[in-house]
């Protein structure tokens, strides 16, 4: 098993910046790619980022390039979701998710574990 632990959410203004966590704990987790997503109210699930489990390759939506940015720290097994320039459309639940096969999917069902997420809310 996998645990996901996602922290750094809150409310901002608009044209702030915020760094998302998540602190993943397991036995094989650091072999995992890692993925963030987000749920806006009334809006599906979508794809925002995926990074390998060396955090060598990442992967974004074409959405949030260019403002988000993510990384991870393998020492300790912790990944950052960086957004900046928040806008009002980003306001939503942001949720960690980790990938047995490090496939750095943009599809939900690729991935096996998720976290409990953080509300970011951008007020404008």
């Known amino acids: 098993q996998v645990q996901l632990v996602e922290s750094g959410g809150g409310l901002v203004q608009a044209g702030e910046s915020l760094r998302l966590s998540c602190a993943a704990s397991g036995r094989t987790s650091k072999w995992y790619g890692m993925g963030w997503f987000r749920q806006a109210p009334g809006k599906e699930r979508e794809f925002v980022a995926a990074?390998?489990?060396?955090?060598?390759?990442?992967r974004y939506a074409d959405s949030v390039r260019g403002r988000f940015d993510i990384q991870r720290d393998t020492a300790k097994n912790t990944v950052y979701l960086q957004i900046n320039n928040l806008e009002s459309e980003d306001t939503a639940v942001y949720y960690c998710?980790?990938?047995?096969?490090?496939?750095?999917?943009?599809?939900?069902?690729?991935?096996?574990?998720w976290g409990q997420g953080t509300q970011v809310t951008v007020s404008s």
């Open positions: 998710a980790a990938d047995s096969l490090g496939l750095m999917s943009d599809q939900l069902y690729d991935y096996n574990f």
């Open positions: 990074v390998s489990w060396s955090g060598d390759s990442t």
